[in-house]
C-alpha cells in the first residue's frame, strides 16, 4: 500500500494510538528560515519531523517523550517552500502539510559555489561587511545567520551542545584585546540571547561535554623588560565560575623563549583544541610558530611541536604563525599561515613520532595561484581522507582530496572573510 | 506504521487532519520585475593610477579631493571615514577594473588588506600607519614592485570596502623615487552610458496595490549576472515635468534630482510592498502627476554605485 494511505490513516483514531493534535509553524521573526513546529499529542510520546524542500529532505532528532511538543526546523533555504510532517516514535504521522520560510538577516555576502559532492554542513562566522555566525549547508548556501551588532569580530561559532542554539565569541584581536568581549548563546530563532562577559577574550575556545566553555584570554604578566601580553585558558563553568586553569607563564619564559613578533605580543595563542577525552588541551602559540598540548588538570605543556620551545622537531617544511589544527592520533594537520613564503597560506599535515620526538612532513597542500590568510584559517580531515580548508581571510573554503585536487569549492565576493570552521557531524549534531 | 517517502506527502492533494501550516512566508505580489523592464548601460570604470617608490613610506594626502565616483562634491575631512588598501596579486589593473565594472571581485581576489580610519581632522598619512587586525603594515616587503595591484579606497562608513566614493590605483615601481601621493578627484572614473528609453516600462496600478516581486530577475543593468542576495535597498522617484530621455542623460545624478524620493531598506528576500516606502512628505502615496517615475534596487554594498535594477514606472487607471 503506498505511503500515502498510511499517512492518512494514521492522523484519524487509530484504535487507542497516540492521536496527534492540530500542528502550527511559527517562522522566527529574525532568522527567517528556521520555523518551530508546535503540537500536542495525547499521550507523552517522542517525536521528530520530517521536511523537505524540492530538492532536499531533512529529519529533526526524536524530541523528548512529552505531550507538548515544540520542536525546531533547521537547515532550510530562504523564501523556500517546505512540506514537513510530524512522526512518533512509533512511526504515527499526522497529514504533511505545508509552509514558505522568510528572510534572512540583511547583509550577507553571496556564495559562490563551484564543484560538487560536499556534504557537510558548516558554521562558521563572517567578518568583515557583516559579522556574526552562519550555518552554511553542503550546497553552499547561508541558511542561518545571527547579525552581532556589538562592533567587535567574532572569530568563532559552534553548535551548542545540548542543541538549542549557537555559541559564538565577539571579541578583539586588533591592537588592544576589548575589555567588552563576550560568549554569546543565542537560540536557533533568534529569541534568547545570553551573554557571558569575558573580558580580553582571544580567537577561540571550546564546549565541553558539560557544558564548561574554555576560552583563549589574553593575560597580562612580567617580561624580562617590563608588562608583556601573554595568554591564558579559562574555563567557564555552567553555574558562570570563571577560573583560569592555564597561563603561558606555567610552561615558558619569556626571557627563554621571547617569541617572534613582539609588538602584538608575547604568545599570541590563537587557536584551541580540546582532546577528544576532554584530558588535554591544544594551542596554537602563534608568536612561536608551535602547537602546544596542555593536561587540563595539572596545566602541565606534554610537548610543543613546531618553532620555538619545541619538544618535538620538524622534519620538512615548518610551519609560521599557524592558526587552527587538528591532531588526529598521531597525523598533526596545520592551517599554515606564513610558512610557505610570504603572502601565501597553505594547509601541511605531519607524522608524528612521540618516541623519536620528530614529526615528518607527510602532506600539504599549496592553492595555484596562491591564497594568503594573514590571521585565521583552518583545517579539517573529513572521514573520506578529503581535507577541508578554511581560507579565512581569503572568504574561500575547499575541500581538496589527498592527491590535491579540490573538488568543492565556495567564495564569497569582495568584502567577506571568514571565521574558524565547524563541521557539525550532522545538521543536528 | 512507519513514515514513508516524504516525496508522496508533497503531491499529496487536500490536506487530511493534518494542519496547513502557516503561510506567513508568502506574499503575494502584483508586480513582477523582469529583465525586459530593467535599464541597460554600458559603464567603463577607468582608474587613475599613481606611480610610486616601491617599498618606501608615502605621505597620502585627500585633503584635496572635491568630487567623488559619481561627481557629486564632498567634503574630504568630513565626509571619509577610513580609507583601505587592498592587493590584488593575480589581477592587473585592467582585471581590478573590470571587476569593478561587472561587481565580480572576490574576496579571494585579494591577499592583502590594510586601512586607516581618518580622524577628520588630518588630510595626510602616512602608508606605515595602516593596518588590519591589529597587525601593521610591514611596507618594505608588503607594498612592492612584485606585480601585485594596489587599490586605495576612500570610504564613507568603516566597513571594509563598503561605500567607496574615491578609488585610485597605487603602483609601487623599483624606479620611481615618488613618495607623495596626493589622491585625485573620483569624477570620471565612471563612464556611463545609461539607456532607459528601451526598457519595456513597468505597468503598475496607479493606486495599488504595489507589491513588487524580482524574484525573476538574472540580469542587472550592464548584462552581468544579478545576485538577489546583495539587494538591499529599494527606490521610487518621482520627476516632475522630466522624460525617461531627460533622465538618462543625467544618470549619476538620478538620486539628487527627484522631485520626491520613497525608499524601502530591504531585510533581504525578493518581494516588497511599495505601500511601505516612505520619503520626506511620508509614506508613498502612489503614482500620480506630470512626469516620469523610477522604481530601482540598488545593492549598497557593491562597488559599482549603479542600480542592479532601474525601470520606467508606467502608471495604469
Known sequence: MPGLLLLVLACGDKDGGVEIGAAEVTLSETIGTVATVTFTTSEDVAARVVYETADQSFETPLGPATADHEIVLLGLPANTEVQYQVVLEDGTTNEPAGFTTGNLPSGLPATLVEGEGHDRWMMTTLIGATTGPVLISPQGKITWAWVDGRGLDVYRARPLRDGSGVIYNAASVSGDPADNSVLVKVSWDGSAEETITVPLLAHDFVELSDGTITAIVVEYGEGPEGEIRGDSLVEIAPDGTQTQVWSTWDCFDPAVTPGDEPEIGWTFVNALDLDPDESAYYVSVRNFSSIVKIDRATGACEWVIGGQAATIEIEGDEFQHEHQFELNGDRLLVFDNAGLAFNKSRAIEYQVDWGAGVATEIWKYEPDPSLNSFVLGDVARLDDGDTFITWSVAGQLDRVSPDGVSSWRLNTELGYAFGFMTLPAGLYE | ?317
Open chain 2, 1 to 317: 506504521m512507519h513514515i514513508t517517502m516524504l516525496g508522496l506527502a508533497m503531491s499529496a492533494g487536500p490536506l487530511g487532519c493534518g494542519d496547513k501550516g502557516d503561510d506567513s512566508g508568502g506574499v503575494d505580489a502584483n508586480i513582477v520585475l523582469t529583465d525586459a523592464h530593467n535599464f541597460s548601460y554600458t559603464g567603463e570604470v577607468t582608474v587613475p593610477s599613481i606611480v610610486t617608490a616601491s617599498g618606501q613610506d608615502l605621505t597620502i594626502c585627500w585633503d584635496q579631493i572635491t568630487q567623488d565616483i559619481q561627481c557629486h562634491d564632498i567634503d574630504p575631512l568630513a565626509d571619509l571615514d577610513n580609507i583601505g588598501l587592498a592587493r590584488f596579486p593575480h589581477k592587473t589593473q585592467a582585471e581590478v577594473e573590470t571587476g569593478l565594472e561587472l561587481n565580480s571581485l572576490l574576496q579571494a581576489d585579494i591577499d592583502g588588506y590594510v586601512e586607516w580610519n581618518t580622524d577628520h581632522e588630518s588630510g595626510c598619512v602616512q602608508l606605515s600607519a595602516f593596518s588590519f587586525f591589529g597587525t601593521p603594515i610591514d611596507v618594505p616587503s608588503q607594498y612592492v614592485d612584485d606585480g601585485s595591484t594596489y587599490m586605495l579606497m576612500l570610504t564613507e562608513g568603516l566597513e571594509p570596502g563598503v561605500g567607496a566614493r574615491i578609488i585610485t590605483f597605487l603602483e609601487p615601481q623599483a624606479e620611481s623615487d615618488v613618495t607623495d601621493v596626493t589622491v585625485p578627484d573620483s569624477c570620471g572614473i565612471l563612464d556611463f552610458t545609461a539607456t532607459l528609453e528601451d526598457l519595456t516600462p513597468l505597468e503598475v496600478p496607479a493606486s495599488g496595490p504595489f507589491v513588487v516581486d524580482w524574484s525573476a530577475l538574472t540580469q542587472d543593468g550592464v548584462g552581468a549576472d544579478l545576485l538577489l542576495e546583495n539587494i538591499d535597498r529599494l527606490m521610487v522617484a518621482f520627476y516632475e515635468g522630466q522624460t525617461p530621455t531627460d533622465l538618462q542623460s543625467q544618470f549619476l545624478d538620478l538620486e539628487i534630482i527627484t522631485s520626491a524620493t520613497y525608499e524601502l531598506e530591504l531585510p533581504g528576500g525578493t518581494t516588497a510592498d511599495l505601500a511601505d516606502a516612505t520619503g520626506a512628505s511620508g509614506a508613498f502615496p502612489g503614482f500620480s502627476g506630470d512626469g516620469t517615475w523610477l522604481l530601482a534596487l540598488f545593492c549598497s554594498r557593491c562597488y559599482n554605485p549603479a542600480p542592479v535594477f532601474l525601470t520606467v514606472v508606467s502608471p495604469t487607471e
